[in-house]
């Protein structure tokens, strides 16, 4: 998110540069409306946040990207102007984990619908079914909805030093989203 957030502020400049404006957000406003939705996940950033899934289909964990419903809103408060942002949903609990040792996790999956929110480390999610993964490190947000009522899980490789902070969804639902194509999420 952090990098997007880099290379948008410089595409701000460039498109405000370049349509003559000195106002970012009109800049941002422009771009977001005159530009056809990206191909790939390295494309400029679009107008939807994406994140990272472990879904279910047809009982068992798939590596999925969400994009999250609705669109971004642009700042226009003074504290967040022309920023880019989505609510992520109704949540509960939050918690904290930190992994001192690698830890090769078995089969499983979450104790509840949650996100898991990576601030150091690396987490490798692997999967039963697939030979896909998902790489996980610092600045991930990761959708996991894989629960042991659906699915029987996935796995997850560790690395010491890791730590997430796992929020829950409210009454385990999770934000509305459309799941589209792997490599928005690459
Ligand atoms: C939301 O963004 C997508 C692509 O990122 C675009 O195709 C769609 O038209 C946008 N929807 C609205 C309501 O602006
Ligand atoms: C969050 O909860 C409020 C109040 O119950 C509800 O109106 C709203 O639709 C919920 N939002 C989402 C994204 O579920
Ligand atoms: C597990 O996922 C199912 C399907 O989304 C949901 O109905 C259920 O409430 C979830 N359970 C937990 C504990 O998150
Ligand atoms: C996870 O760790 C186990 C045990 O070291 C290893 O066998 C497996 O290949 C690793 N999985 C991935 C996806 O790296």
């Known amino acids: 998110m952090r990098l997007w957030s880099y290379s948008l502020l410089a595409l701000h400049s460039l498109t405000a540069a370049a349509l003559g404006m000195d106002n970012v957000g009109e800049a941002v406003a422009a771009w977001l409306h005159s530009s056809d939705p990206p191909q790939a996940a390295s494309s400029p950033p679009s107008t939807r946040l994406y994140l990272p899934a472990i879904g ?67 987490g490798v999610i692997s999967f039963p079914d697939t030979k896909e993964t998902i790489d996980c490190g610092p600045g991930t947000n990761l959708v996991v909805v894989d629960n042991s009522t659906v699915s029987q899980g996935h796995l997850t490789n560790w690395t010491a030093g890791s730590s997430v902070i796992t929020v829950r969804f409210k009454d385990t639902i999770p934000p509305p989203h459309e799941v589209v194509a792997r490599s928005f999420c690459d």
């Open 56 to 122: 279910v289909k047809d009982g068992k964990s798939v590596p999925e990207c969400w994009a999250i419903q609705p669109n971004f809103t642009i700042g226009t408060d003074p504290s967040i102007l022309g920023t880019l942002g989505v609510s992520l949903g109704n949540v509960s609990t939050a918690g904290y984990i930190y992994f001192p040792d690698d830890n090769a996790a078995p089969l499983h999956g979450p104790g509840a619908n949650q996100y898991v929110i990576f601030l150091t480390g690396r």
